[in-house]
């Protein structure tokens, strides 16, 4: 059984950066796929990319290249997302969610939720 | 705007069945990329419903079913209850878009 337990929420100005972690507990953390989504307050979920660590690739969806990084720590079992160039329509809670079946693009873990304010 | 289109909102009355749509193209569902359905109640986690088309998960009822054909899919909720009003959430792979992506979502009301 995976738990992910992500860091808390923040307040950020625009224009500034954001850096969210999430970490693994139990399974092996290098053998999943770890995505990030997020729902602005109103909106769907929105997929916006992932990382694979066993073979150190990642994808992002167009409408973030270039403002998101996303990177794994193996030796801590800990995924971060980083957000750039903070816009007030990037407010939202942020999950990871994992995928434990290689592979096959489903999340079957994911973690609490990191609530991003970005106001001025 | 999704790739994936899903209705806004669906409805039913206790006891029930209702269904779903995800209707997307021949760059995702129609290229024959899986489809996965989660369940989300806000201000909680959302939760894998259905994975791989017809797919269960462990703790899942059998009240919730997928099913995929040509370029869309469905999710069929029968036997409806006050505890299913949550919002839909389907989900595929694009490789015109080479990412993962969801639907709109579907708010289901419980009458």
């Known amino acids: 059984q995976v738990q992910l337990v992500q860091s808390g929420a923040e307040v950020k100005k625009p224009g500034s950066s954001v850096k969210i972690s999430c970490k693994a507990s139990?399974?092996?953390?290098?053998?999943?796929?770890i995505s990030w989504v997020r729902q602005a307050p109103g909106q769907g979920l929105e997929w916006m990319g992932g990382?694979?660590?066993?073979?150190?690739?990642?994808n992002y969806a167009q409408k973030f290249q270039g403002r998101v990084s996303i990177t794994a720590d193996e030796s801590t079992s800990t995924a971060y997302m980083e957000l750039s160039r903070l816009r007030s329509e990037d407010s939202a809670l942020y999950y990871c969610a994992f995928t434990t079946a290689a592979g096959t693009g489903y999340h079957d873990y994911w973690g609490q939720g990191t609530l991003i304010t970005v106001s001025s | 705007q999704s790739v994936l289109t899903q209705p806004p909102s669906v409805s039913g009355a206790p006891g029930q069945r209702v269904t779903i749509s995800c209707t997307g193209n021949?760059?995702?569902?129609?290229?024959?990329?899986?489809v996965h359905w989660y369940q989300h109640i806000p201000g909680t986690v959302p939760k894998l419903l259905i994975y791989?088309?017809?797919n269960r998960p462990s703790g899942v009822p059998d009240r919730f079913s997928g099913s995929k054909s040509g370029t869309s899919a469905s999710l069929a909720i029968t036997g409806l209850q006050a505890e299913d009003e949550a919002d839909y959430y389907c989900?595929?792979?694009?490789?015109?878009?080479?990412?993962?992506?969801f639907g709109g979502g579907t708010k289901l009301t419980v009458l």
């Open positions: 021949s760059s995702n569902i129609g290229a024959a990329y899986d």
């Open positions: 989900q595929s792979y694009d490789n015109s878009l080479t990412a993962s992506v």
């Open positions: 791989s088309n017809v």
């Open positions: 139990g399974g092996v953390f290098s053998r999943y796929g």
């Open positions: 990382i694979l660590p066993i073979f150190g690739t990642e």
